[in-house]
């Protein structure tokens, strides 16, 4: 199975903690929100990712470098132009 997750969002309600570091990669409970998010899907039996990125794009590799997490693929697409939610599952 898999899941597309919209990550692209520049999180401008949570400025200032949001200028250098998207808001799904913030720190809860010492690990990225997102890795939260990804073994709640893995636990469903998701087995590959697809993150639609475009704001600070570069970090989400950078974060979860080696395009796995916890035996889940993850696959990184980035919109050069967002084009909101449409856009990002197109």
Known sequence: MEAIVLVGGEGTRLRPLTLTTPKPLLPV????????????????????II?????????????????TFDGVELV??????????GGAIA
Do not use: C, N
């Open 51 to 67: 993150l639609a990125t475009s704001y600070r794009a570069e970090l989400f590799e950078q974060v979860f470098d080696g395009g």
């Open 29 to 48: 409970a010492g690990v990225p929100f997102l890795a939260h998010q990804f073994a709640r899907l893995r636990d469903a039996g998701v087995g590959r």
């Open 76 to 85: 990184f697409i980035t919109e050069d132009h967002p084009m909101g939610t």
